[in-house]
């Protein structure tokens, strides 16, 4: 039986990677223009777009959102599209 539940872990792994979440955690690496790091690629325009919530946190003397904040990203289902979306932090 165990060999049963290894097996369907393994589909369960596979599905998963073929599939990515829709959401991903990265880090700004820039913010004028905008940057992120998403699973060690580093991505901007053309196709990194920021909700305009975290655009209005870049701008500014004081920007809420600096490099190496984490912000949470939106996978478009074509998967050349990119939106981060908002600042992300611990509690």
Known sequence: MQSAA???NF???EVNKAQPSA??????TSIAPLRIRLSGVELGSPFLSASETLAAGLSGEFPTVV???TVLVAVLPNQQR???LCKVVNM
């Open 6 to 8: 290894w097996f369907v």
């Open 67 to 69: 490099p190496g904040d």
């Open 23 to 28: 959401f991903n955690l990265a880090i700004v």
């Open 11 to 13: 589909i369960r792994d």
């Open 82 to 84: 990119y939106v981060a």
